[in-house]
């Protein structure tokens, strides 16, 4: 990572540090497992959350993640976010499920609730990471069945030594499928994860099957797919919205994969893609509506920063690199995004390479959301709260 990012997200950081006082924030100790998904812990109005992803690329790396959750486990927080691409796109790491249950069992050391999504390295693109034969739906399947257990209605909870319960929209008979879509609750924030991948979303610009001669092979559930993934995201940020508006929250965060924002370099989006664009104006449609804060985060791009990619200054609706005059119908100031450290995220002395972002919650400030880079404070080490 260049000192340039490092030196623009701390400035972005304390920039927004000091419009959201740090303050006296409590630990959750234990959930309830019989508790209904979305409980509030009305009690506990202020908090933090890290947020994590792109983790795990190569054997190295995957003992750099060991750092990274002792690192994350000894830091008060209420549960860590991972959205997406636990491997590297390559044959070295198989999308087999032998694989798939390791990185699981890695995740479950983490001694709070970790919530996770898929990235397109781990389904996406496993027919040119292998094993041969592989079938981008069938991985994605797998990746269902080892991660998120259950069908339809079951309860599900999150991952780590601590459960917590979540709400998975495979609840919803219309989209009983997709298990990976979640939600839950807390304080007066709502938080939602929703399956956009990268790799142009399952885009006709990636084969997704091969066949014993190695020849490419597409059909047409590749489309499908991709279409009945986007309706049932579609819908369930839709929902999350409205019940963040009747509740009167205060905030929302929204964690995806996928950089889908234009504009800024590096990035996934392209203007001539169909494949984010529903996903993309139902966060900023919601945004309008809410009101409060929104926060997405999502990963992808190994770029870590904070910003405010709809607030006027520039349009990201344009081809990455070109910069012009955002409408003020189209400025979206309530809206923060968060991509976070990649693999290739620069080493600290004594700690894990891979690293992370500490999100403070304080409904009580205008800001609602502080973002720093994680690593351990005093507050973590003794109990003691910042002022």
């Not at 369930?236 to 905030?251: T, Y």
């Amino acid at each position: 990572m260049s000192h340039v990012i490092v030196a623009w997200i701390i400035a972005c950081s304390v920039a927004m540090t000091s419009s959201a006082a740090v303050a006296g924030r409590q630990h959750h100790e234990s959930d309830d497992q019989n508790e209904e998904p979305g409980n509030r812990h009305d009690n506990k109005k202020r908090f933090d959350f890290a947020v994590i992803g792109d983790t795990g690329y190569g054997a190295q790396e995957a003992d750099y993640v060991n750092g990274l959750i002792s690192e994350l486990s000894a830091a008060k927080l209420e549960f860590v976010m991972h959205v997406g691409d636990f491997k590297a796109p390559v044959a070295a790491q198989p999308c087999t499920d032998a694989f798939y249950l390791a990185v699981r069992n890695q995740f479950n050391l983490l001694t709070h609730p970790f919530i996770y999504t898929p990235g397109d390295n781990e389904w996406i693109d496993c027919p040119v990471s292998g094993p041969p034969g592989s079938i981008a739906e069938e991985r994605l399947a797998a990746l269902r069945r080892i991660f998120f257990p259950g069908v339809d209605g079951d309860p599900l909870y999150s991952l780590g030594q601590r459960p917590m319960r979540l709400e998975s929209q495979s609840a919803d008979a219309a989209h009983a499928t997709f298990r990976e879509n979640t939600r839950w609750e807390l304080g007066e924030i709502m938080f939602l994860t929703v399956n956009v991948p990268d790799t142009d979303n399952q885009g006709t610009t990636r084969c997704l099957q091969y066949d014993a001669s190695n020849t490419c092979v597409r059909t047409g559930i590749d489309d499908t797919e991709w279409a009945a993934r986007t309706s049932a995201n579609v819908d369930w940020i839709n929902q999350a919205f409205d019940e963040a508006i009747a509740e009167d929250m205060k905030g929302i965060v929204v964690g995806t994969q996928v950089n889908f924002i234009g504009g800024f370099t590096p990035t996934r989006y392209s203007p001539t893609s169909p494949r984010y664009k529903a996903v993309l104006a139902a966060i900023k449609a919601g945004a309008k509506r809410f009101g409060g804060q929104v926060l997405l985060v999502h990963g992808d791009t190994h770029t870590p920063r904070i910003d405010q990619p709809y607030n006027g200054i520039q349009s990201p609706e344009v081809a990455p690199g070109v910069f012009a005059g955002l409408p003020l119908a189209d400025v979206r100031e309530n809206l923060t995004r968060i991509e976070v450290y990649g693999s290739t995220a620069a080493s600290r002395a004594g700690v894990s390479p891979q690293q992370w972002f500490r999100v403070s919650v304080d409904p009580s400030t205008r800001r609602v959301f502080t973002i720093v880079p994680g690593e351990l404070e005093r507050r973590d080490r003794d109990g003691d709260d910042d002022e």
